[in-house]
């Protein structure tokens, strides 16, 4: 299973920028994909996160309000809307996903997959 992102970019503070994420693969199924994001310095953290299941979601206090994560119309896709974007949101966004695929019948093996990373660049 791997997963890829695509969005992303160079904008002004208050600007808006969207991210998205496709899981592909073989005989797998997702359960929860989101996004976390590094800063230059500072360790990797989640910024927001949506189960498959039931759609729940959970955000970091510092970008609820300004940033929406969705499930996509495609399976196994996820979006990132970036509102109210501020130069600490700068940072390289990395898609994640995890659930289980099918080795065998009845035979299933947890999964988490990390994307290469979308940089974001925010400048006030």
């Known amino acids: 299973v791997q997963v890829v992102e695509s969005g992303g970019g160079s904008v002004q503070a208050g600007d808006s920028v969207s991210l998205s994420c496709v899981a592909s693969?073989?005989?797998?199924?997702?359960?929860?994909m989101g996004w976390y994001r590094q800063a230059p310095g500072e360790q990797r953290e989640l910024v927001a996160i949506?189960?498959?299941?039931?759609?729940?979601?959970n955000y970091a206090d510092s970008v609820k309000g300004r940033f929406t994560i969705s499930r996509g119309d495609v399976k196994n896709t996820v979006h990132l809307q970036m509102n109210g974007l501020k130069a600490e949101d700068t940072a390289v966004y990395y898609c994640?996903?995890?659930?289980?695929?099918?080795?065998?019948?009845?035979?299933?093996?947890?999964?988490?997959?990390w994307g290469q990373g979308t940089r974001v660049t925010v400048s006030a």
């Open positions: 994640y996903a995890k659930g289980l695929i099918k080795e065998r019948p009845r035979d299933y093996r947890a999964f988490e997959v």
């Open positions: 949506i189960s498959s299941i039931n759609n729940n979601t």
């Open positions: 693969g073989s005989s797998f199924g997702v359960e929860a």
